[in-house]
């Protein structure tokens, strides 16, 4: 049998057979609850896309997504002193008022409970920042995602 044969049968036939995990994977299609992403670009803390079925009165099925509630946000860095802007759930709003900012939330949360690479970013940023504060050292240039604060313009006074 020619090695076209076998794979016709996709992934229900590599499951059967003792098969590494890396050839495995080149059939297989997406999870069911699959991190978007998009997800790596913000702070969803954790969320993902939600399936099942939206039941009607009369017990008619039908897929459906539940997808997470994603806003994008300006949130205050104490460390930056400065507005970074986020794609962030409303979930992890609520938690980072609860630790009562974004530098607290990225600093006690743990990597796995964030599941993002910008916030894994963001908190060696903000340790290194509250390192090199607290050390009298110079600071780290503000994150690419960073909007430095205005500057108040300077009006010269005319006087009659």
């Known amino acids: 049998a020619s ?3 076998f794979m016709s049968g996709g992934a229900s036939f590599l499951r059967r057979m003792v098969v590494p995990s ?3 994977s080149m059939f297989e299609r997406g999870t069911r609850g699959q991190r978007p992403v998009r997800a ?3 702070i969803w803390g954790g ?3 939600g399936h099942g079925n939206q039941v009607s009165w009369a017990d008619n099925k039908h897929r459906r997504t539940w ?3 994603v806003q994008s946000k300006r949130l205050w860095s104490d460390s930056f002193q400065c507005m970074l802007k986020l794609s962030i759930t409303t979930n992890v709003l609520k938690n980072i008022d609860k630790e009562g900012g974004l530098d607290n939330y990225l600093v006690n949360t743990s990597g ?3 599941d ?3 916030a894994s970013d963001l908190k060696k940023l903000v340790i290194e920042q509250r390192r090199r504060l607290a050390a ?3 600071s780290l240039p503000l994150p690419k995602i960073a909007r430095p604060p205005r500057e108040k313009p300077v009006y010269e006074e005319v006087l009659p």
């Open 136 to 138: 009298g050292e110079e």
């Open 112 to 114: 796995a409970k964030m």
């Open 116 to 118: 993002s690479a910008l």
């Open 40 to 42: 790596d670009k913000g």
């Open 47 to 49: 969320k993902r896309i």
């Open 22 to 24: 890396e050839v495995m």
């Open 67 to 69: 997808r997470p509630n």
């Open 3 to 5: 090695m076209s044969s």
